[in-house]
């Protein structure tokens, strides 16, 4: 099983300022690794897969890189709707398997 | 607009069976593979079961290997999940996913429903 493990699991930022969560495979997932929003009382959202693809309405504040085991979520400017938690998530062999989250708070 | 609605959530006892319902609209339901995925309370998301899109093919997470099963019905656009010997620790929000073409990753989640197994 792979195992995705994201730092830090909580992040505080102030709105304006830029947000770069990461996540970390323990074997090569190639590209296929997808992000997701989460707030509370809500369900997920996806964000990017692929990687780096952003999904369909997603905002181009939203950005994905990395490939093999590292991988970068970067939100470039934060708005207030943007504080929740995130997931990065493989998709490349089974079991699929999810990271722990980072929670994105207010500084 | 793709939309997905669970149902069939409750209280159930341990050693108890439950089975989930989502209602799937918006996409050509039998075109797409689907999925479950829970999330206990304050915890992280677990992929629990998937299906092809022609049902011939199913996953089931080793924690519910033996015990859960998914199908669905492409006539009436309906995904199922059948939990049988449930435990304390299948307690969890259970969302519906539709899978992507692109990828096998959920691309849309319902708003799930709650599963306590408890005395």
């Known amino acids: 099983e792979i195992v995705m493990t994201q730092s830090p699991a909580t992040l505080s930022v102030s709105p304006g300022e830029r947000a770069t969560l990461s996540c970390r495979a323990s074997q090569s997932v190639s590209s296929n690794l997808a992000w997701y929003q989460q707030k509370p009382g809500q369900a997920p959202r996806l964000l990017i897969y692929?990687?780096?693809t952003r999904a369909t309405g997603i905002p181009a504040r939203f950005s994905g890189s990395g490939s093999g085991t590292e991988f970068t979520l970067t939100i470039s400017s934060l708005q207030s709707e943007d504080f929740a938690v995130y997931y990065c998530q493989q998709y490349n062999i089974w079991p699929r398997s999810f990271g722990q989250g980072t929670k994105l708070e207010i500084k | 607009e793709v939309q997905l609605l669970e149902s069939g959530g409750g209280l159930v006892q341990p050693g108890g069976s439950l089975r989930l319902s989502c209602a799937a609209s918006g996409f050509t339901f039998s075109s797409y593979a689907m999925s479950w995925v829970r999330q206990a309370p304050g915890k992280g998301l677990e992929w629990v079961s998937a299906?092809?899109?022609?049902?011939?093919?199913?996953y089931n997470a080793d924690s519910v290997k033996g015990r859960f099963s998914i199908s669905r019905d492409s006539s009436k656009n309906t995904l199922y999940l059948q939990m049988n010997s449930l435990r304390a620790e299948d307690t969890a929000v259970y969302y519906c996913?539709?899978?992507?073409?692109?990828?096998?990753?959920?691309?849309?989640w319902g708003q799930g429903t709650l599963v306590t197994v408890s005395t």
């Open positions: 692929g990687a780096s």
């Open positions: 996913a539709k899978v992507a073409s692109s990828g096998y990753y959920p691309d849309y």
């Open positions: 299906i092809s899109s022609n049902g011939a093919s199913t």
